[in-house]
């Protein structure tokens, strides 16, 4: 096992070595940097990450059609749409069971929120007291979701639920990143990013077993929390770089 320099030594430069713009053409990120208004980058960003389960080329496959679907413009389509183009996409097939009753949902909700917003980033805002964004996730969800029931409601999951909530996390990471390398965005201001966390999945947290960084066998939100503690020692400011590492570890294989 890696001491903890020789382990930061090593993960900051995988991380430097993923965290490139030739990560962007294999990857659901792909989607939103089509745009560069942005409430379309938000809203193509957020569908993307959405579906971003199973195979990364049927992912973004999946994407593009619900940006086809939109005209090809997310946010205008949101404000626009007709009570029949909505009817018409609820017989539509998306991605798995992400289901066209699923993605109207959400553009219903995109409506509402675009109309007293106008951007996303309000309402994923930290509290001063907070150190992660799962009471922020929270307060998304009951503002984006409504009080009302709605099968869709699984597709946007809660930390409250200790769920891993890894394609909420991915969509931080997307939107509040800061760097110049091109891949993540970083427009939104008003959040630090030193409260990001890893999106975990399967593989981030093989890889992160692997290494010694966490001990839990679960993926689930504690485990996201125990990640947390190492990743913040390494680097405080900028803990969700080393999602670049965890993840390019796990597809190169590079550790079996």
Do not use: C
């Not at 709605?150 to 809660?158: N, Q």
């Not at 091109?182 to 966390?197: H, P, T």
Request: charged share 30%; aromatic share 12%.
């Amino acid at each position: 096992m890696l001491k903890f320099e020789e382990l930061k030594v090593f993960l900051d430069e995988k991380a430097d070595q993923y965290n490139d713009p030739e990560f962007i053409d294999n990857d659901p990120i792909q989607i939103p940097h089509r745009f560069s208004l942005k409430q379309d980058i938000e809203i193509a960003g957020f569908l993307a990450a959405t579906i971003s389960w199973g195979n990364r080329k049927s992912i973004i496959n999946s994407a593009e059609k619900m940006l086809d679907i939109m005209g090809n413009s997310p946010y205008d389509f949101v404000m626009n749409y007709s009570e029949k183009e909505l009817d018409d996409i609820r017989d539509q097939s998306i991605h798995r069971t992400f289901n066209g009753e699923d993605f109207s949902y959400f553009i219903s909700q995109f409506n509402r929120i675009y109309t007293e917003n106008n951007t996303l980033e309000n309402l994923f805002k930290v509290n001063d007291s907070e150190i992660n964004f799962s009471h922020a996730i929270e307060r998304f969800r009951t503002q984006f979701l409504g009080i009302e029931k709605h099968r869709t409601h699984k597709h946007v999951s809660s930390p409250y639920k200790n769920s891993s909530t890894k394609r909420i996390i991915m969509f931080l990471r997307w939107m509040v990143r800061k760097d110049k390398r091109g891949v993540d965005f970083g427009i939104w201001e008003s959040i630090n990013q030193r409260n990001l966390s890893i999106p975990l999945d399967v593989h981030t947290g093989n890889i992160s077993r692997k290494l010694g960084l966490i001990t839990r066998t679960q993926n689930d939100w504690k485990t996201v929390e125990e990640l947390d503690l190492v990743i913040r020692q390494f680097d405080a400011e900028d803990p969700a770089k080393y999602d670049f590492a965890l993840f390019g570890l796990g597809v190169t294989k590079e550790l079996l």
